[in-house]
Each structure stands twice: as structure tokens, then as C-alpha cells.
């Protein structure tokens, strides 16, 4: 449960950051862009909050199957893109079905972006994890 935490912390920090990237690209590239407003920090830190908390959806006691982890990977996806598009509709983010259409496609580039850091990030822990069992195996078939 303890790493499910440090992922979901994780989780928080990596949507805060991609988010705010996805937020201020139309500001920087857009001419004429109507900017958004003072309280919009704020809202993406609570995006943040909320898009991380489905992340307790990985956490298994024991090894999913492969089928049990894509249904899971299938149900926060569509966690997140409910709790977005439910809290962008609260917060008056969009009013147009094309403004939802941009706001849903800004979910899916940020989803897959934490999906790739954290699969690379996993990774890395488990060459390491690997490196270190080998090095292991081979000090002590040494000294046999």
C-alpha cells in the first residue's frame, strides 16, 4: 500500500506538470487567446488531486492477471476522463461540444505521458532491481 501511495503522490505531480503544459500552450502559440483566469492554479492543482486518486486502482494484493490489468487500465482511463470533464463542466472550462472534444484530447495526451513516464520510470526500478541480482549471483557462484 505504501508504494500505491508514493504513485498516486507521484501521479499528482507528473498530471500537475503535464496539465499546466497542456494549459499554457494556447496561451503561448495562440494569438489573441483570451488567457484564463487567476483561479486556474488552483483548479489545476485540484484536477491534479482528483485525476491521481483512480491510481489506487492499481493497487492489487496479488498479481492481476492480464486481463484483470487491462479492465483496470480501462476503468481509470475512464475515471479520469469523467472527473475532468465533470469538474471542467463545474468550473465552466467549456461550453461548446468542440471545446469538451479539445479538453478530452488534452486528457488523452496527458494520460498517455504519464502512462509512458511511469512505465519508463517502473522500468528503470526493475533493470536496477535485475542489475543488482545478478551482481548478487555472481559474487556468490564466485565464491563457491
Known sequence: MKDTIKMVV???????????????????????HKGYPTDFPLNILLIGATSALPSF????KKEPTRRQFILRVILHFCCI??????????????????????IAACVIVVYLAVWIITTRASQNVADNINSALKTINTDSDEEE
Do not use: K
Not at 83 to 90: H, T
Open 10 to 32: 507521484s501521479h499528482f505531480f507528473v498530471i500537475t506538470v503535464c496539465v499546466t503544459a497542456a494549459i499554457g500552450i494556447p496561451n503561448a502559440f495562440i494569438p489573441d
Open 81 to 102: 476522463m469523467a472527473v475532468i470533464l465533470g469538474e471542467g463542466r463545474l468550473l465552466g472550462w467549456y461550453s461548446s461540444v468542440t471545446e469538451m472534444l479539445y
Open 57 to 60: 486502482l492499481f493497487y492489487f
